[in-house]
Every structure is written in structure tokens, then in C-alpha cells.
């Protein structure tokens, strides 16, 4: 199995962990919440890529920016920002992806740019292209529930 790891901020490990957990249904192996330094740096030799997951709480620390880098110099790095954050400056020349509003959607464009490049490093299948999405039933515009067959509460009200 593929080893991705996910170098991010303390302060970042949800959105970390629902990242791995994406990734991880896809059958990758995907190791996250190492304290920077020696423990990341042990985990990044085994792996076919790293991803730095950026938010404007983890930009400025060096700690990460050391790991990132040294991940880097060892191989493939993918950048993923969130709520609209930007790599630090060493990295804007780097392959990346914006993951701003993404909420686990399979057809959300950064994601599935992510998965795609991930899926190349680890020399695993790509993603299948998403599903249709069944109506969520809150708001379809030009529907009206009474011309859908469904009853109307105040309708009824009236009548009574």
C-alpha cells in the first residue's frame, strides 16, 4: 500500500484527519499528527508523497516549513491550502491545490486534482469520476412541491 504522509499544524488536525481519512478510502496508507522534526522525517522516507496542508495558522511555523522542505528535497510534495491561505513564499513555484469550501464533496475540482496527482505518485489507480448527486430535496429552483404531487399544509389549513 502507498504511503501519503500529511505534514500540517497542531492546530490543523481535523481538517488533517478528514483529509486522511478521504484518502485512506481510496486505499491509500496515510500517516499524519508526527511532531515535526526527526518523527516526520522517519515517516517521509518511506513515503511516495508527501502533502503540506496550509492554513493562516500553520504559514509561520518554521517547524513545518523545515519538514516541508526537507520533504521536498526528498521527492514530491503537493501543497493543499485552506480558507485561504497561501504557501509560504519558498513554495509558491510548487504544484498545488485550494481546498477552500471543500467539505468531503467527490466532485469538489481541488480535490479531485489532489487525489489525481496523489494517485500518480503512488502508482495507484485513479479515482473513478464522481456519481451523480441525488437531489438533496432542499431547494431545486423552478420546483414547486404542490406541482410535484406533494400535499400543502396550508392549503389544507384553509380548507378546514
Do not use: C
Amino acid at each position: 500500500m502507498a504511503q501519503v504522509v500529511i505534514i500540517h499544524a497542531l492546530e490543523d488536525t481535523l481538517p488533517a484527519r478528514a483529509l486522511a481519512e478521504r484518502l485512506r478510502r481510496d486505499e491509500l496508507e496515510v500517516v499524519l499528527e508526527r511532531p515535526a522534526g526527526e518523527e516526520t522525517r522517519r515517516a517521509l522516507a518511506s513515503a511516495a508523497i508527501a502533502i503540506a496542508l496550509w492554513s493562516p495558522r500553520s504559514v509561520g511555523k518554521s517547524d513545518l516549513v523545515d519538514d516541508v522542505t526537507y520533504a521536498r528535497e526528498r521527492g514530491r510534495v503537493l501543497h493543499a491550502v485552506m480558507q485561504n491561505a497561501a504557501a509560504p513564499g519558498q513554495f509558491h513555484k510548487d504544484r498545488g491545490v485550494n481546498l477552500t469550501g471543500w467539505r468531503g464533496e467527490e466532485g469538489f475540482a481541488a480535490w479531485r486534482q489532489l487525489a489525481k496527482f496523489v494517485a500518480e505518485a503512488a502508482g495507484v489507480p485513479p479515482l473513478p469520476p464522481p456519481g451523480p448527486q441525488p437531489d438533496s430535496g432542499f431547494f431545486t429552483p423552478g420546483r414547486v412541491a404542490a406541482a410535484a404531487g406533494a400535499p400543502n399544509p396550508v392549503r389544507e389549513r384553509q380548507a378546514a
